[in-house]
Nanobody
Framework: QVQLVESGGGLVQPGGSLRLSCAASGSIDSFSYRAWYRQAAGKQREWVADILTSGLTNYANSVKGRFTISRDNAKNRVDLQMNSLNPEETAVYYC?????????WGQGTQVTVAS
């Protein structure tokens, strides 16, 4: 089994930055697919970014150029650096992993962008 725990959420001013982390434990390694999603109040959950086993990264158009996903393979941790945040990006951010065909979600961490 795999457990994912997000951290780093909180309140940030518009235009500010925040760094989220996702710690993974269990049967997961550097070859797993990892991703970040977010879900704003009243909205569907949307994909934000991912990082492939090769290290290649992909981003939603809405965040490309502002967000950076990275991974620390030794610690099985995936981070999401978020810059130039705007209030519309207030949401619960979720960590996702696919391991040997099974999919796992973290509990989510709240990010609030407001003055």
């Amino acid at each position: 089994q795999v457990q994912l725990v997000e951290s780093g959420g909180g309140l940030v001013q518009p235009g500010g930055s925040l760094r989220l982390s996702c710690a993974a434990s269990g049967s997961i390694d550097s070859f797993s697919y990892r991703a970040w999603y977010r879900q704003a109040a009243g909205k569907q959950r949307e994909w934000v970014a991912d990082i492939l086993t090769s290290g290649l990264t992909n981003y939603a158009n809405s965040v490309k150029g502002r967000f950076t996903i990275s991974r620390d393979n030794a610690k099985n941790r995936v981070d999401l650096q978020m810059n130039s945040l705007n209030p519309e990006e207030t949401a619960v951010y979720y960590c996702f992993a696919r391991v040997s065909g099974a999919e796992y979600w973290g509990q989510g961490t709240q990010v609030t962008v407001a003055s």
